[in-house]
């Protein structure tokens, strides 16, 4: 339902209602009477560039690349379900009134109120923002113009992408302007720098200046880590390199290895190290103990040198090459043997694409294939796909698809909005307000170690699975000189999803059994992207699904969840028995690196991995 003809624009009232809820939760007073919401609205984004912040925020140009130059006028009309919207108003004026029985005003009693609990929002869960009066105001004013203006989100009319597009900037708006997020705001701030009579003031700045330096906020502490020293530790050595990776040979644990190497295609747009983090969670040195003889692609942190590289390159002189190195040092290609394969996110969707040229090429190289929260079907990519538009795709293929880099920390800082709270203004307050050093944490150190893209590689990959999902289409693209199939990928595959996953949805990963041409087995773990994936089953935490009867796997994820039963733990063993099937008999461990074919050029983790964004 939209406003009728003789009232104000359904657009005109969320922007005025926009400004005026904003005045008041965020700077009290600071909008004059009548004054133009559009206006209001500008002058507090000068105050905030004016203080070194903007919102958007200046570190995340990912999803709102292309939108600087844009005004209102161009922004898209909105209506709204009145109904909807008066019960947001409603709930808005209850709010509100509950909030001008001021903390600390006479009570009927005589007694002073107290200020309410502020909810379960661990922002605000200490007891100096209950114990506080303004501290508390301040804190139940956001959380209620933030309710009221996720209900105008929700009240939006119109189709999912464009209501998704609204939700998500009102969230990054909400989320930004917690009063949480601000010194004079903050009462665990305050009080931290009167118990230390400033000097965490001091090293605020300090940590601040040293994160402008590097170039990205930190998330841990990176003084504790170092490649090669306490993370990618696990024995091995590079054994080939060209202009696009290493290829890492592991040492065998063992005295006997299967026969089918193992050969893990990580994604291109982080390092490889995430599945080599520390002894205790890398799933390299698992496999390897596992009894296979394992090799890992490191993929170079792309310069100015491979500004040129296509998705076409990446497949043939990366994937392909890797695959035909791996058979060669074991002895495979002499015999027509197979090695095995396991792809992890974006890597898996370059895996995936490689075996289906191999496959249209007639080259019976791989024996089985592991997708680890993959994409190969991108009909359901979940946040991510709310900005990705036409213009948007045109934009960037004017920007890079003729040549040039995307910027690594560009990447990073996209995935990082997507979770603001957790890996974003967390870390502003305990950095700069609190002069904290973050804990030292693993994953977090990998996430911060970020990775360039060739432009024109991105474009592609853009335009084709994100936006219009040709990769999923049989014989809709062809990567070099092949027209790519998956259905002609007719090997086991095991596909893993992970149940929290915000940027492979679940829903997505389990979408490509519908197109590989092979028995397939779905497994699903608990938590995230990262998380889910890296569980090694000394840490007996979470648990996953499985379904037993594999060969009638059901159309839909959904239908999928509701047959599958859970078990305790991690979901690694149940891979590693699946993969010893495909793995050929035990035979000998190698005792050099390389083989007869290839001299080991430099120990593990190599140059690559260690050159920086």
Known sequence: MTAKRDEPSAADLFQQWLASSWA?????????????????????????????????????????????????????????????????????????????????????????????????????SSEAWRSNPLAAYAAQSYQANARALQ????????????????????????????????????????????DTQGESITRGMHNLLGDLRRGHMSQTDETVFEVGRNMATTEGAVVFENAYFQLIEYKPTTAKVYERPLLIVPPCINKYYILDLQPENSLVRYAVEQGMHTFVVSWRNPDASLAQATWDDYIEQAVIQAIAVTRQIGGQDKRGGQINTLGFCVGGTLLGTALAVLAERGQDWVSSVTLLTTFLDFDDTGVLDLFIDESFIRLREMQLGQGGLLKGQELASTFSFLRPNELVWNYVVG??????????????????????????????????????????????????????????????????????????????????TRLLGGPVRFVMGASGHIAGVINPPAKKKRSYWTLDDDAALPETWGEWAEAAEEQPGSWWPDWAQWLAGHAGKSVNAPKTYGGKTHAAIEPAPGRYVRAKA
């Not at 919207?85 to 009693?109: F, I, S």
């Open 24 to 124: 008041s939760a965020a700077r009290p007073g600071a909008m004059p009477a009548g004054a133009d919401g559009a206006n209001w609205l500008k002058a507090w984004q000068d105050q905030l560039q004016a203080q070194g912040l903007a919102f958007p925020p200046a570190a995340t140009p990912g999803p709102f690349a292309g939108w600087e130059g844009r005004t209102p006028a161009a922004a898209p009309q909105l209506s709204f379900d009145m109904g909807k919207l008066q019960e947001v108003q409603q709930r808005y004026l209850e709010d509100t009134r509950a909030l001008l029985k001021a903390p600390g005003a006479a009570a009927a009693d005589g007694e002073v109120a107290q200020p309410a609990p502020t909810s379960r929002d661990k922002r605000f």
């Open 151 to 194: 209900g105008m989100a929700e009240a939006l009319e119109g189709d999912d992408k464009q209501r998704g597009r609204v939700r998500f900037a009102i969230q990054q708006w909400i989320d930004a302007m917690a009063p949480s997020n601000f010194l004079a705001l903050n009462p665990d701030a305050l009080k931290k720098a009167i």
């Open 431 to 512: 950095n700069y307000l609190k002069g904290e050093t973050p804990p030292a944490f693993d994953l977090l150190y990998w996430n911060s170690d970020a990775t360039n893209l060739p432009g024109p590689f991105y474009a592609w990959y853009l335009r084709n699975t994100y936006f219009e999902n040709n990769l999923a289409q049989p014989g809709k693209v062809t990567v070099c000189g092949s027209p790519v199939d998956f259905g002609a990928v007719d090997i086991p595959a095991y596909l893993y999803g992970s149940r929290e996953d915000h940027i492979v949805p679940v829903a997505g990963a389990y979408a490509s």
